[in-house]
């Protein structure tokens, strides 16, 4: 691999590790033991058992004993808000410029100060032609009466709480009281078309014919499609959401010089064209697009035509108010 990392300064005596704290197998062992034979850093990785978790530990201890954190959009800008981040520097990182433009000045780091983008991703629906009578045109057609017991949906409140918002043409986000209870009542009406609530593999209840149509995360379609690729994928008319995981260090962290060389590795064209094909979600790296498999190039799930993408919005953090509300219908939801 070309890691571009000999131009870099040595690293300060005792920093031969770097911690990461994320989610258990998010980067595959081959490239971790890459980059350990290429700079003679031990990766020590700690799984994340959740964001809420995560942040916790966070703003408990400035992220001390972490070097990096790999997380969602939304609560790396929790983050950055409280001041708990520490700022890149970008003379250690050569391969950021081969970060693509679209993904970077987002919400969560809107001057490029501190995050790294990994991967990101659409949940998307995807459906079986063959035994779906209904046309599927996005979140509403999810609620035709012909798809009684047929959906497998992802068990993740904020996503299909704000699928249903979605569908009602309201913002994922909104914090409207009446909305959400609105919301919270259309979602019931879903209630005799779900066959499964499932977080974790979802996929394998569309590839088994147990069910034929689901909403699920990008790299669950894309499990769906490697297997049967009869199916059809539906970018929902009424916009997608939308999302990014990335990388930061930590305003603690103890091996900061570590924690770039982990990250310029991380944006070299070839690492971040395999953690793609890894992760099966969308790259963020606009060198890497030579070194990726047709077959990913050509994969619906991961490359979204631009002209169908629609309204895309990111999911962000939401006042208590709205989640304790939101936390109310989901549970009365998955009770009913």
Same mark, same amino acid.
């Given at each position: 691999?070309?890691?571009?990392?000999? =131009?870099? @300064? =040595?690293?300060?005596?005792?920093?031969?590790?770097?911690?990461?704290?994320?989610?258990?197998?998010?980067?595959?062992?081959?490239?971790?033991?890459?980059?350990?034979?290429?700079?003679?850093?031990?990766?020590?990785?700690?799984?994340?058992?959740?964001?809420?978790?995560?942040?916790?530990?966070?703003?408990?201890?400035?992220?001390?004993?972490?070097?990096?954190i790999l997380t969602s959009d939304y609560s790396l800008d929790i983050l950055r808000q409280a001041g708990l981040l520490q700022e890149l520097d970008k003379s250690l990182l050569p391969n950021y410029e081969n970060l693509n433009p679209l993904y970077l000045n987002q919400y969560f780091d809107p001057d490029n100060q501190y995050a790294i983008p990994y991967v990101a991703g659409c949940p998307l629906i995807v459906y079986d032609p063959a035994k779906v009578t209904c046309e599927i045109t996005g979140y509403n057609s999810l609620w035709d009466p012909s798809l009684a017991d047929q959906l497998v949906v992802m068990d993740d409140m904020r996503n299909v709480i704000g699928m249903t918002l979605k569908s009602m043409?309201?913002?994922? /986000?909104?914090?409207?009281?009446?909305?959400?209870?609105?919301?919270?009542?259309?979602?019931?009406?879903?209630?005799?078309?779900?066959?499964?609530?499932?977080?974790?593999? @979802?996929?394998?209840?569309?590839?088994?014919?147990?069910?034929?149509?689901?909403?699920?995360?990008?790299?669950?379609?894309?499990?769906?499609?490697?297997?049967?690729?009869? $199916?059809?994928?539906?970018?929902?008319?009424?916009?997608?959401?939308?999302?990014?995981?990335? $990388?930061?260090?930590?305003?603690?962290?103890?091996?900061?010089?570590?924690?770039?060389?982990?990250? /310029?590795?991380?944006?070299? @064209?070839?690492?971040?064209?395999?953690?793609?094909?890894?992760?099966?979600?969308?790259?963020?790296?606009?060198?890497?697009t030579e070194y990726l498999p047709q077959e990913f190039l050509d994969n619906k799930a991961v490359n979204t035509p631009a002209d169908t993408l629609g309204e895309t919005e990111f999911m962000q953090d939401i006042s208590a108010e709205a989640t304790e509300q939101m936390n109310e219908i989901w549970n009365a939801f998955k009770q009913a």
């Amino acid at each position: 691999l070309a890691l571009a990392l000999l =131009a870099l @300064p =040595a690293l300060a005596e005792g920093t031969k590790t770097v911690n990461v704290l994320s989610w258990e197998g998010y980067v595959d062992e081959d490239t971790i033991q890459a980059f350990e034979n290429e700079t003679g850093i031990d990766v020590v990785w700690s799984p994340m058992d959740s964001i809420d978790d995560m942040l916790l530990k966070v703003t408990q201890s400035g992220g001390e004993g972490y070097d990096l954190i790999l997380t969602s959009d939304y609560s790396l800008d929790i983050l950055r808000q409280a001041g708990l981040l520490q700022e890149l520097d970008k003379s250690l990182l050569p391969n950021y410029e081969n970060l693509n433009p679209l993904y970077l000045n987002q919400y969560f780091d809107p001057d490029n100060q501190y995050a790294i983008p990994y991967v990101a991703g659409c949940p998307l629906i995807v459906y079986d032609p063959a035994k779906v009578t209904c046309e599927i045109t996005g979140y509403n057609s999810l609620w035709d009466p012909s798809l009684a017991d047929q959906l497998v949906v992802m068990d993740d409140m904020r996503n299909v709480i704000g699928m249903t918002l979605k569908s009602m043409g309201y913002s994922l /986000n909104t914090e409207d009281p009446e909305i959400i209870a609105q919301a919270g009542e259309k979602l019931l009406q879903l209630k005799p078309n779900i066959r499964a609530l499932d977080g974790d593999t @979802p996929h394998e209840k569309l590839i088994s014919g147990e069910c034929t149509i689901g909403y699920i995360f990008t790299s669950q379609v894309s499990a769906v499609l490697s297997e049967r690729p009869d $199916f059809e994928v539906c970018y929902p008319e009424e916009g997608m959401g939308y999302g990014i995981d990335a $990388f930061f260090i930590p305003a603690n962290a103890p091996h900061a010089d570590a924690a770039h060389q982990f990250l /310029n590795f991380m944006c070299d @064209p070839e690492v971040s064209a395999k953690a793609s094909v890894f992760t099966q979600y969308i790259n963020c790296n606009s060198a890497a697009t030579e070194y990726l498999p047709q077959e990913f190039l050509d994969n619906k799930a991961v490359n979204t035509p631009a002209d169908t993408l629609g309204e895309t919005e990111f999911m962000q953090d939401i006042s208590a108010e709205a989640t304790e509300q939101m936390n109310e219908i989901w549970n009365a939801f998955k009770q009913a």
